[in-house]
Each structure stands twice: as C-alpha cells, then as structure tokens.
C-alpha cells in the first residue's frame, strides 16, 4: 500500500512542473490607406519638348490619420511622341503586422489634335444601325459608352476611353473588360470627311473579330 501512495506523489510533482502554454491574441487595427489623385484621372497634353510635371497626388493613412505627398512610383509619358502613357501612385501602411497598400493611376493622352475639335455625339454603327454616345472629356480625349456598338444587349454598356491622335489617327488604351481580362482596340481610323466617322476591332473577352465602323449622325 505504501508503495502506491509513493508512485501516486511522485507522478503528480512531474505533471505539476511541466510548461504551461497559453494562447495569446492580439488585437491589431486594420488599415485601408486611400491614395487620392489630385485632378482629374484622365489628361490630355500637347505633343511637346521636356518633361511631363504630373498634378500629384497624396495619400491618407487611417492608421497613423497623417495625410502623406506622393511621389510617382512610375510615369512613362514621353511628351514627343503622341499616344497614350500613365502615372501611378501607391502607398502602404502597417499595422506592425500587416502591410495594406492602395494605388491609383493617372491615364495621360499626348495628341496633336486641335483644341478646338470636337467629334463628340450620337454615332450609329454601319452594320447593325445600333447608336452609340461619343462624349469628350478634353482635346482629343474621348469616350463612347458602347464600344462595340452592340444592340439588344445591356451588359455591352459600358464606358471606354479612346484618344485622336491627330486628324486620322485614333488609339484606344488597354482597359478592364467587364466580361474578364482586358480589352483593347486594332486596326483603329478617324476620318473627318464627308461625315465624321471612326472604326475600329475590339479586341477582348465577348467581341468578334469583326471590324466596327461607326458614323456620325449628329
């Protein structure tokens, strides 16, 4: 009887000194920095010399609640020689854990379209009649609201950038497709005479490969 009594202590001074582990938690502050582009995200400037001086842009941090100036994190605009360039931002923050970043980018159009020109309205596509809305934002800089000049179908409703170039001369920059991917256009034309119209291949997820002209009808 003793000698289980004595093997009955002796087990619970080993079970008393083993470590004893404990779970930690550790409530950390989640952050969404915002970077916010000064002026507008669309810009359009002159074929020039030198070099583009971009509006900036400035970041707010809702962790330290600073707001913070900017620097381009990339600026590919080449001011003498038209087409379409961007300038990006980004910034991040850090909870000491986790680090959240946000970015935003600036789409800038070097043209050598006239200032005065205005190819803006109501285009229907030649194939299908289906009408279109060509608006402009500043020289040479444009949208249309159905790129593929789609009919019967909502889901084609949707706003895409498009630059002139010069007097025959469109480009349409790569931007988010709604149906997955990105989207593009090739084969791009203006033409100003007799009437107004521009054509184009839409290049993405949902479109055929069918050339698109579209003329102004007002």
Not at 65 to 70: A, G, P, R
Not at 71 to 92: I, R
Not at 193 to 214: N, Y
């Amino acid at each position: 009887m003793k000698k289980i009594i004595s093997l009955i202590f002796i087990s619970a001074l080993i079970f008393s000194c083993e470590d004893e582990t404990k779970d930690v938690s550790i409530v950390a502050p989640v952050g969404h920095p915002q970077v916010i582009l000064i002026g507008s995200e669309l810009y359009s400037t002159p074929v020039t010399s030198g070099t583009f001086v971009d509006p900036g842009a400035v970041a707010y941090d809702d962790i330290s609640h600073d707001s913070v100036t900017l620097s381009p994190v990339s600026n590919t605009v080449d001011l003498t020689t038209p087409g379409f360039y961007s300038v990006k931002y980004a910034y991040s923050n850090s909870n000491g854990y986790v680090s959240y970043t946000d970015s935003k980018s600036r789409l800038v159009l070097v043209t050598n379209a006239d200032p005065n020109q205005d190819i803006s309205g109501v285009y229907a596509r030649t194939s299908n009649g289906q009408t279109v809305n060509v608006t402009k934002y500043a020289t040479g800089l444009y949208s249309t609201d159905n790129v593929g000049g789609v009919a019967g179908d909502p889901n084609y409703i949707f706003e895409i950038y498009f630059g002139v170039i010069n007097d025959s001369t469109i480009q349409v920059p790569t931007q988010p497709n709604p149906f997955g991917g990105d989207l593009n256009c090739s084969n791009t034309s203006l033409s100003l005479s007799p009437d107004t119209s521009f054509s184009w291949v839409v290049e993405g997820l949902g479109f055929g490969t069918s050339q698109r002209t579209f003329v102004k009808q007002q």
